[in-house]
């Protein structure tokens, strides 16, 4: 994962130095990181791609790149992310 290495993951909606998701807006369950490199709630990104999947591609919820849904493993091919701990 050094491709993920300093990637700054708090696009919360919470303020500076929150790791939040910005869809439930509550901090990181089960962080997935997608290809444009936005990560998610493993939940809220499931509920968000049973909505908007069309032909095998969704738009993620913040740049609305379209990602393809990986064929095999789904959503849990997408690599997750260690949060650091909540202090």
Do not use: S
Not at 19 to 27: E, K
Not at 65 to 70: F, Q, R
Request: glycine share 8%; with cysteine; net charge positive.
């Amino acid at each position: 994962m050094d491709h993920l290495r300093g990637i700054d993951y708090r696009h919360g909606t919470r303020g500076p130095g929150t790791w939040a998701c910005t869809i439930c807006r509550q901090r990181f369950r089960h962080p997935k990181v997608l290809n444009c490199y936005h990560v998610f709630c493993m939940d809220c990104l499931h509920q968000h791609v049973l909505q908007f999947c069309r032909n095998g591609l969704f738009p993620c919820p913040i740049c609305k790149v379209l990602i393809p849904l990986p064929v095999w493993g789904g959503l849990d091919a997408f690599e997750t992310v260690v949060m650091p701990k909540k202090r």
